[in-house]
């Protein structure tokens, strides 16, 4: 099966797993995929001797499964955190002249409607609320409003290539607000959320592996370093090395 594959065969036991049990990884994401990869090939081989021990064997079995599930969700979320940072970034480029734009259109529109109760109502009605969201749909309502009743702007000669401008913007800041806001179905949860509960899966199946294979290899060191962290064995190392150059 694809990663993905393998994500959507598990989705509903990620969906299971209970808010107060999902974490984030405690090492980098690629680096634990490798890891697990190790413990898949050791636990394998051993596979005899762990599920003798007491080893639910369906921890190794599954561990392709839980491996390329975790590898599907964090592509998502990688994807799509580098697509919000753009859209942030192409946001924030616009976000100076529309801020100026939607300042003069507001003073405008409040000036010619002002003596028009229904428009000023109108008006005043779209000139509420903050933020890019809203000044997205007031660039939307300003131009339908300013080109169904046109008269009042043209009393006061206004350019109407400002509305023009307003809805052109208002189509760039849309895609890239729900970009950064992640709009999904309302059943749906965060990718990153989904890649958290894929690694606390895999992780449950891997630290189980772990526990039995220090267990049954505890007088075999070179095959008991094999069930641990090679990455956190490193930072101990580091660590150490550190201090002991402190000390001297």
């Known amino acids: 099966m694809t990663n993905q594959e393998n994500y959507e065969s598990i989705k509903e036991s990620l969906l299971a797993i209970s808010a107060n049990e999902v974490s984030k990884p405690g090492m980098p994401v690629n680096t634990y995929i490798v890891e697990a990869e190790d413990k898949k090939h050791y636990a394998t081989q051993d596979k005899d001797k762990l ?3 007491g080893l639910k064997e369906e921890y190794i079995n599954s561990l392709p499964i839980r ?3 975790l590898r599907h969700a964090q592509s998502v979320w990688t994807k799509e ?5 753009i859209a942030e970034k192409d946001l924030k480029l616009l976000s100076e002249d529309a801020m100026a734009l939607h300042r003069v259109l507001i003073h405008d529109f409040k000036f010619a409607y002002r003596n028009d109760e229904e428009g000023k109502k109108v008006v005043d009605k779209i000139a509420e609320g903050s933020g890019y969201g809203d000044m997205v749909q007031d660039f939307s309502d300003l131009y339908v409003f300013g080109t169904a009743k046109p008269q009042a702007l043209l009393d006061i000669g206004f350019d109407n290539t400002k509305l023009e401008k307003a809805l052109e913007l ?18 749906d949860k965060p990718s990153k959320e989904m890649r958290d509960r894929a690694y606390v899966y895999l992780k449950e199946a891997v630290d189980q ?5 220090k267990y049954v290899f505890w007088e075999d060191e070179e095959r008991l370093e094999k069930y641990s962290s090679a990455y956190f064995r490193k930072l101990r190392e580091e660590r150490e090395e550190q201090e002991e150059s402190i000390t001297k």
């Not at 208002?170 to 059943?187: Q, V, Y």
């Not at 592996?209 to 294979?213: A, F, K, Q």
Request: charged share 20%; net charge negative; with cysteine.
């Open 51 to 53: 599920v003798a021990a």
């Open 209 to 213: 592996i772990c526990e039995y294979g």
């Open 67 to 69: 491996i390329g599930a």
């Open 170 to 187: 208002a189509n760039s800041m849309g895609p890239l607000l729900s970009a950064i806001n992640g709009e999904r179905d309302e059943n």
């Open 81 to 85: 955190s580098e697509a919000k940072s």
